[in-house]
C-alpha cells in the first residue's frame, strides 16, 4: 500500500470524473439490458476505480511491475487465440480463457504507465474530441437500435445491433479468425507490449 | 429501408473513424493518430482501465456470453 512512483495518475481529474461517469452509464445499461454478470462486473471496476482515485492511487496489485520477454507474451497470446478459435463459442472454454485474459489484463493496466514521445497539445485536444464525438456516436447508435428492437415492430430486422450485424461472421470460422486476432491485437497495443519501455514509471 | 438507414449509421461512423486515422497520419502534429492519443489518456489509471475493460468486454461478449440478450415482452 505504498503511493507509487506517478500517484498523480490515479487522482480525480476532468478526465477521471468522465470515465468513470462513462463506466458507471455502461454498469446500469448492462443491468438494465439484463446482462447482469456484465454488469455487475463494471460496476465492480468503477467502485473499485472510485476508491482507487478517492485515495490518490496508493493501492498496488504488485510491487514490482511483470515484464515478460516479448516473445513469451506472443507465444502465450497465440496459444490462447488458438484454444478460442478451435473452442465452440459460448462454451466453458471460452469462459476460462476470456476470464484469464480479463485478469491479466487488469494486473498490467493497473501499473503506471510508460512514458511517451510528446505531440503538440493541440493536436491531442482535437484527436481526443474527434474520437469522443465518434465513440459517443457510435455508443447512441447502438443503444438506440437496441431499444427499438425491443419495443418497435420490426425487431432486430429493422433495428439490427452491432451484435446482430457481427453474429453470423463470427459463426463463419475465417471470421471467428480474424475476429480473434484483430482483439487480441488490439489488446496487446493497449497494453504497449510493443513499447521500449513498458512498465517503467 | 429502416434496416439500410441503421447499417448505413454505423458505416458512417466507422468511414469517420478511418478518416480521422488516416488525416492524423498525414498531420499528427495538428491531430493526434489514436494510438499517440490512448498513450496520453491512459496515463490516468481510470481511463486505462477503462479502456481495457471496454476492450475486454468487447471479446468477451462475442466470443464467451449470449450475443443478443433482449428484455421486454
Redesign the interface.
Known sequence: MTPPANATTSRWNVSSILWTIVLAIMSGFQLWRGAYVDGVLFTAITLLLVIDSSTGGRFRIFRKHFVAPRWVTVSIVLAIGLVLVIAPRHGLVDLVATVLIGVAAFILGWAPASARQELPARAYRASSITWSILAVALCLWEALAFIFSTYLPGGEENYPTISVLLDPFLNWMPGKVIFIGLWLAAGLALLRVWGTNRGKP | M??TI??A??LL?VA??IM?EIY?RSQ?????????????????????????????????????????????P
Request: charge should be positive.
Open positions: 429502416i434496416r441503421v447499417v449509421g454505423y461512423i469517420g473513424m480521422s492524423a499528427p502534429d495538428r491531430f493526434a493518430p489514436v494510438d499517440d492519443m490512448l498513450g496520453r489518456i491512459m496515463r490516468s489509471r481510470t481511463a486505462r482501465i477503462g479502456m481495457i475493460a471496454a476492450w475486454w468486454w468487447f471479446g468477451w461478449h462475442f466470443i464467451f456470453a449470449a450475443t443478443v440478450d433482449p428484455i421486454g
